[in-house]
Protein backbone atom coordinates (compact mmCIF):
# COMPACT_ATOMS: atom_id res chain seq x y z
CA UNK A 1 0.00 0.00 0.00
CA UNK A 2 1.47 3.33 -0.58
CA UNK A 3 2.82 5.64 1.83
CA UNK A 4 0.22 8.11 0.50
CA UNK A 5 -2.67 5.82 1.73
CA UNK A 6 -1.49 4.02 4.65
CA UNK A 7 -1.54 7.07 6.90
CA UNK A 8 -5.28 7.37 6.20
CA UNK A 9 -6.65 5.21 8.92
CA UNK A 10 -9.84 4.76 7.38
CA UNK A 11 -8.30 3.82 4.29
CA UNK A 12 -6.11 1.05 6.20
CA UNK A 13 -9.63 -0.47 7.68
CA UNK A 14 -11.27 -0.57 4.50
CA UNK A 15 -8.26 -2.41 3.16
CA UNK A 16 -8.32 -4.64 5.87
CA UNK A 17 -11.95 -5.92 4.98
CA UNK A 18 -11.14 -5.72 0.87
CA UNK A 19 -8.43 -8.28 1.57
CA UNK A 20 -10.27 -10.46 4.49
CA UNK A 21 -13.14 -10.64 2.32
CA UNK A 22 -11.98 -13.89 0.50
CA UNK A 23 -15.93 -15.75 0.54
CA UNK A 24 -17.65 -12.05 0.30
CA UNK A 25 -17.61 -10.59 -2.78
CA UNK A 26 -20.04 -8.02 -2.08
CA UNK A 27 -18.63 -7.12 1.33
CA UNK A 28 -15.29 -6.83 -0.52
CA UNK A 29 -16.73 -4.77 -3.28
CA UNK A 30 -18.33 -2.19 -0.54
CA UNK A 31 -14.90 -1.72 0.84
CA UNK A 32 -13.56 -1.04 -2.45
CA UNK A 33 -15.46 1.10 -3.49
CA UNK A 34 -14.07 3.79 -0.99
CA UNK A 35 -10.58 2.62 -2.10
CA UNK A 36 -10.71 3.29 -5.52
CA UNK A 37 -12.15 6.82 -5.02
CA UNK A 38 -9.16 7.57 -2.24
CA UNK A 39 -6.51 5.96 -4.64
CA UNK A 40 -7.81 8.06 -7.54
CA UNK A 41 -7.43 11.53 -5.53
CA UNK A 42 -4.30 10.85 -4.09
CA UNK A 43 -3.13 9.99 -7.66
CA UNK A 44 -2.18 6.58 -7.06
CA UNK A 45 -3.31 5.14 -10.66
CA UNK A 46 -0.61 3.04 -11.40
CA UNK A 47 -0.64 1.64 -8.03
CA UNK A 48 -4.98 0.97 -7.80
CA UNK A 49 -4.57 -0.82 -10.95
CA UNK A 50 -2.20 -3.93 -10.01
CA UNK A 51 -4.13 -4.02 -6.74
CA UNK A 52 -7.41 -4.15 -8.75
CA UNK A 53 -5.51 -6.58 -10.97
CA UNK A 54 -4.58 -8.62 -8.60
CA UNK A 55 -7.83 -8.98 -6.96
CA UNK A 56 -8.88 -10.43 -10.22
CA UNK A 57 -6.04 -13.01 -10.56
CA UNK A 58 -7.15 -13.82 -7.29
CA UNK A 59 -10.82 -13.77 -7.91
CA UNK A 60 -11.76 -14.90 -11.48
CA UNK A 61 -15.13 -15.62 -11.09
CA UNK A 62 -15.89 -11.99 -8.81
CA UNK A 63 -19.32 -10.85 -10.15
CA UNK A 64 -18.23 -7.50 -9.21
CA UNK A 65 -14.94 -8.31 -11.99
CA UNK A 66 -16.96 -5.93 -14.73
CA UNK A 67 -16.78 -3.18 -12.58
CA UNK A 68 -12.87 -3.04 -11.78
CA UNK A 69 -12.46 -3.73 -14.93
CA UNK A 70 -14.04 -0.67 -16.15
CA UNK A 71 -12.07 1.05 -13.42
CA UNK A 72 -8.80 0.16 -14.61
CA UNK A 73 -9.81 1.14 -18.24
CA UNK A 74 -10.85 4.48 -17.01
CA UNK A 75 -7.32 4.82 -15.17
CA UNK A 76 -5.36 4.12 -17.92
CA UNK A 77 -6.05 7.49 -19.63
CA UNK A 78 -4.52 7.98 -22.88
CA UNK A 79 -3.20 4.28 -23.24
CA UNK A 80 -6.26 3.57 -25.31
CA UNK A 81 -5.57 -0.51 -26.35
CA UNK A 82 -5.08 -0.89 -22.80
CA UNK A 83 -8.18 0.61 -21.98
CA UNK A 84 -9.92 -0.87 -24.93
CA UNK A 85 -8.61 -4.85 -23.85
CA UNK A 86 -9.84 -4.16 -20.47
CA UNK A 87 -13.11 -3.56 -21.59
CA UNK A 88 -13.19 -6.20 -24.06
CA UNK A 89 -12.14 -8.29 -21.15
CA UNK A 90 -14.82 -7.27 -18.67
CA UNK A 91 -17.82 -7.79 -21.97
CA UNK A 92 -16.03 -11.54 -22.40
CA UNK A 93 -15.56 -12.88 -19.04
CA UNK A 94 -18.27 -11.03 -16.65
CA UNK A 95 -21.94 -10.58 -16.41
CA UNK A 96 -23.26 -6.99 -16.40
CA UNK A 97 -23.65 -4.63 -13.47
CA UNK A 98 -25.57 -1.34 -12.89
CA UNK A 99 -23.53 1.04 -10.77
CA UNK A 100 -25.79 4.24 -10.64
CA UNK A 101 -28.41 2.81 -12.72
CA UNK A 102 -25.95 2.43 -15.86
CA UNK A 103 -25.09 -0.66 -17.65
CA UNK A 104 -21.00 -1.56 -17.37
CA UNK A 105 -21.60 -3.96 -20.25
CA UNK A 106 -23.13 -0.66 -22.05
CA UNK A 107 -20.85 1.65 -21.50
CA UNK A 108 -17.88 -0.86 -22.24
CA UNK A 109 -20.05 -1.43 -25.69
CA UNK A 110 -20.55 2.50 -26.32
CA UNK A 111 -16.48 3.04 -25.47
CA UNK A 112 -15.53 0.04 -27.53
CA UNK A 113 -17.89 1.33 -30.56
CA UNK A 114 -15.92 4.77 -30.58
CA UNK A 115 -12.42 4.45 -29.87
CA UNK A 116 -11.66 0.98 -31.72
CA UNK A 117 -9.72 1.31 -35.01
CA UNK A 118 -11.57 -1.87 -36.08
CA UNK A 119 -14.54 -1.21 -37.90
CA UNK A 120 -16.50 -4.92 -37.51
CA UNK A 121 -15.65 -4.67 -34.07
CA UNK A 122 -17.49 -1.32 -33.95
CA UNK A 123 -20.12 -2.42 -36.51
CA UNK A 124 -20.85 -5.60 -33.93
CA UNK A 125 -20.60 -3.51 -30.55
CA UNK A 126 -23.66 -0.86 -32.12
CA UNK A 127 -25.91 -3.87 -33.41
CA UNK A 128 -25.22 -5.26 -29.89
CA UNK A 129 -26.05 -2.00 -28.24
CA UNK A 130 -29.17 -2.06 -30.36
CA UNK A 131 -30.27 -5.24 -29.80
CA UNK A 132 -29.90 -4.84 -25.95
CA UNK A 133 -29.83 -1.20 -25.10
CA UNK A 134 -32.46 0.11 -27.94
CA UNK A 135 -34.03 2.39 -24.71
CA UNK A 136 -30.42 3.94 -24.36
CA UNK A 137 -29.49 5.29 -27.78
CA UNK A 138 -30.59 7.26 -30.54
CA UNK A 139 -31.49 4.33 -33.19
CA UNK A 140 -30.59 7.27 -35.68
CA UNK A 141 -27.48 8.20 -35.18
CA UNK A 142 -26.65 5.14 -34.42
CA UNK A 143 -27.41 3.81 -37.74
CA UNK A 144 -25.79 6.78 -38.74
CA UNK A 145 -22.19 5.68 -37.59
CA UNK A 146 -22.70 2.00 -38.59
CA UNK A 147 -23.34 3.49 -42.72
CA UNK A 148 -20.02 5.54 -42.27
CA UNK A 149 -18.44 2.15 -40.96
CA UNK A 150 -19.67 -0.03 -43.58
CA UNK A 151 -18.35 2.51 -45.89
CA UNK A 152 -14.94 1.79 -44.73
CA UNK A 153 -15.68 -1.37 -45.24
CA UNK A 154 -16.47 -1.14 -48.84
CA UNK A 155 -19.50 -2.82 -47.92
CA UNK A 156 -22.12 -0.21 -49.92
CA UNK A 157 -25.18 -2.31 -50.04
CA UNK A 158 -25.08 -2.71 -45.99
CA UNK A 159 -24.03 1.08 -45.81
CA UNK A 160 -27.31 2.18 -47.94
CA UNK A 161 -29.61 -0.12 -45.77
CA UNK A 162 -27.82 1.31 -42.89
CA UNK A 163 -29.04 5.18 -44.40
CA UNK A 164 -32.56 3.71 -45.38
CA UNK A 165 -32.91 2.49 -41.82
CA UNK A 166 -31.51 6.40 -40.15
CA UNK A 167 -34.11 7.97 -42.31
CA UNK A 168 -36.65 5.88 -40.28
CA UNK A 169 -35.56 8.46 -37.23
CA UNK A 170 -36.52 11.78 -38.49
CA UNK A 171 -36.18 13.36 -35.38
CA UNK A 172 -32.33 12.39 -35.01
CA UNK A 173 -29.95 15.72 -34.94
CA UNK A 174 -26.27 14.22 -36.08
CA UNK A 175 -23.98 16.49 -34.25
CA UNK A 176 -22.27 19.26 -36.70
CA UNK A 177 -24.31 18.03 -39.68
CA UNK A 178 -28.04 19.68 -39.46
CA UNK A 179 -28.76 18.64 -42.61
CA UNK A 180 -27.69 15.05 -42.39
CA UNK A 181 -31.18 13.93 -43.55
CA UNK A 182 -30.87 15.56 -46.54
CA UNK A 183 -27.59 14.51 -47.87
CA UNK A 184 -28.40 11.04 -47.33
CA UNK A 185 -31.77 11.04 -49.31
CA UNK A 186 -29.76 12.76 -51.92
CA UNK A 187 -27.19 9.95 -51.75
CA UNK A 188 -29.90 7.27 -51.83
CA UNK A 189 -32.03 8.76 -54.84
CA UNK A 190 -28.20 9.18 -56.57
CA UNK A 191 -27.82 4.86 -55.74
CA UNK A 192 -31.13 4.23 -57.01
CA UNK A 193 -31.01 6.17 -59.92
CA UNK A 194 -29.79 4.89 -63.36
CA UNK A 195 -26.93 7.65 -62.87
CA UNK A 196 -27.44 8.29 -67.17
CA UNK A 197 -26.93 11.72 -67.23
CA UNK A 198 -23.08 11.71 -65.57
CA UNK A 199 -20.02 12.28 -67.68
CA UNK A 200 -16.57 10.69 -67.51
CA UNK A 201 -14.58 14.56 -67.88
CA UNK A 202 -16.00 17.78 -66.78
CA UNK A 203 -14.62 19.40 -70.04
CA UNK A 204 -16.83 17.27 -71.94
CA UNK A 205 -20.13 17.72 -69.60
CA UNK A 206 -19.22 21.50 -70.07
CA UNK A 207 -18.95 21.29 -73.76
CA UNK A 208 -22.57 19.78 -74.08
CA UNK A 209 -24.18 22.06 -71.48
CA UNK A 210 -22.51 24.81 -73.77
CA UNK A 211 -23.63 23.13 -76.92
CA UNK A 212 -27.59 22.79 -75.58
CA UNK A 213 -27.52 26.40 -74.79
CA UNK A 214 -26.00 27.92 -78.36
CA UNK A 215 -28.83 25.62 -80.12
CA UNK A 216 -31.70 26.01 -77.62
CA UNK A 217 -31.73 22.38 -77.20
CA UNK A 218 -34.23 21.81 -73.83
CA UNK A 219 -34.25 17.89 -74.49
CA UNK A 220 -30.02 17.90 -74.07
CA UNK A 221 -30.17 20.00 -71.49
CA UNK A 222 -32.84 17.96 -69.62
CA UNK A 223 -31.12 15.10 -70.66
CA UNK A 224 -28.10 15.74 -68.28
CA UNK A 225 -29.43 17.24 -65.41
CA UNK A 226 -28.48 15.37 -62.08
CA UNK A 227 -31.56 13.40 -60.49
CA UNK A 228 -31.20 16.16 -57.35
CA UNK A 229 -30.71 18.80 -59.54
CA UNK A 230 -31.63 22.20 -57.87
CA UNK A 231 -32.63 25.72 -58.67
CA UNK A 232 -31.73 28.29 -56.06
CA UNK A 233 -30.34 31.58 -54.83
CA UNK A 234 -26.80 31.81 -53.10
CA UNK A 235 -28.16 32.03 -49.86
CA UNK A 236 -30.43 29.34 -49.83
CA UNK A 237 -29.43 25.61 -48.74
CA UNK A 238 -29.93 22.70 -50.81
CA UNK A 239 -32.29 21.15 -47.73
CA UNK A 240 -35.08 23.95 -48.58
CA UNK A 241 -37.77 21.97 -50.45
CA UNK A 242 -38.33 24.79 -52.72
CA UNK A 243 -34.38 24.47 -54.40
CA UNK A 244 -35.72 21.22 -55.99
CA UNK A 245 -39.26 21.98 -57.94
CA UNK A 246 -38.60 21.17 -61.37
CA UNK A 247 -38.88 23.79 -64.15
CA UNK A 248 -38.65 23.77 -67.83
CA UNK A 249 -35.58 25.24 -68.47
CA UNK A 250 -36.38 24.86 -71.94
CA UNK A 251 -38.91 27.62 -71.20
CA UNK A 252 -35.58 30.08 -70.94
CA UNK A 253 -33.57 29.00 -73.92
CA UNK A 254 -33.37 31.86 -76.02
CA UNK A 255 -30.42 33.54 -78.74
CA UNK A 256 -29.76 36.39 -75.97
CA UNK A 257 -28.42 33.63 -73.68
CA UNK A 258 -24.32 33.85 -73.48
CA UNK A 259 -21.94 32.37 -71.03
CA UNK A 260 -17.95 32.61 -70.18
CA UNK A 261 -15.38 30.90 -72.59
CA UNK A 262 -13.73 29.06 -69.20
CA UNK A 263 -15.50 27.78 -65.79
CA UNK A 264 -15.04 30.32 -62.63
CA UNK A 265 -11.71 30.81 -60.44
CA UNK A 266 -13.16 29.54 -57.43
CA UNK A 267 -13.93 26.32 -58.95
CA UNK A 268 -11.82 23.51 -58.06
CA UNK A 269 -11.25 19.76 -58.18
CA UNK A 270 -14.64 19.01 -57.27
CA UNK A 271 -16.71 21.61 -57.99
CA UNK A 272 -16.76 23.87 -60.60
CA UNK A 273 -19.03 26.91 -61.55
CA UNK A 274 -19.67 28.17 -65.43
CA UNK A 275 -21.17 32.08 -65.12
CA UNK A 276 -23.72 32.08 -67.55
CA UNK A 277 -25.85 35.55 -68.32
CA UNK A 278 -29.53 36.20 -70.53
CA UNK A 279 -32.14 34.27 -68.95
CA UNK A 280 -34.36 36.45 -67.50
CA UNK A 281 -34.88 39.92 -67.15
CA UNK A 282 -35.25 39.64 -63.92
CA UNK A 283 -32.63 37.70 -62.89
CA UNK A 284 -30.63 37.62 -65.76
CA UNK A 285 -27.28 35.71 -64.42
CA UNK A 286 -27.17 32.35 -63.88
CA UNK A 287 -24.18 30.29 -62.40
CA UNK A 288 -24.49 26.20 -63.67
CA UNK A 289 -22.86 24.30 -60.88
CA UNK A 290 -21.19 21.02 -61.71
CA UNK A 291 -19.49 18.54 -59.23
CA UNK A 292 -17.66 15.28 -58.93
CA UNK A 293 -19.38 12.21 -57.71
CA UNK A 294 -18.66 10.26 -55.08
CA UNK A 295 -19.86 6.87 -55.42
CA UNK A 296 -17.50 4.32 -54.52
CA UNK A 297 -20.04 1.43 -54.93
CA UNK A 298 -19.44 1.69 -58.55
CA UNK A 299 -15.42 2.24 -60.24
CA UNK A 300 -17.60 3.30 -63.33
CA UNK A 301 -19.20 6.08 -62.25
CA UNK A 302 -16.83 6.90 -59.30
CA UNK A 303 -15.00 10.38 -59.92
CA UNK A 304 -17.37 11.09 -62.99
CA UNK A 305 -19.29 14.61 -63.13
CA UNK A 306 -22.83 15.73 -63.14
CA UNK A 307 -24.81 19.51 -63.32
CA UNK A 308 -26.02 19.30 -60.37
CA UNK A 309 -27.96 22.21 -59.74
CA UNK A 310 -28.21 26.47 -61.42
CA UNK A 311 -27.34 29.53 -58.67
CA UNK A 312 -29.35 32.54 -59.64
CA UNK A 313 -28.01 35.53 -59.27
CA UNK A 314 -24.53 37.40 -59.11
CA UNK A 315 -22.27 35.59 -56.55
CA UNK A 316 -21.76 37.60 -53.13
Known sequence: MPASLSRNDVFTELFTIAQNSTENPAMRFVALEPIIA?????????????YLGNILSSYPEDPYGAYYLAVMAEN???????????????????????????????LAMNEIAKQTNNPREAILMRMR?????????????NY??????????????AMYQAYENFLKHPNTIIPG???????????????????????????????????????????????????DFFLMSWSQETSDPFTHIPMPLESFLTSTISYRSELEKFSNNSEAYLWTTGWTWMIPTWYLYFRRIDYPADPEINGNWEWAGIYFGERL
Open 38 to 50: RARTAGEIAWLNR
Open 76 to 106: VGESKELALDYLRRLLKNYPDLKIDDESIHF
Open 129 to 141: MQQHYSDRIDLGR
Open 144 to 157: FAIAGLYRKLGDWE
Open 177 to 227: NSNAANQIEARLTFHRSDKSWTVDKLDDLVAIIKRALRTQNGSLLKKHQSV
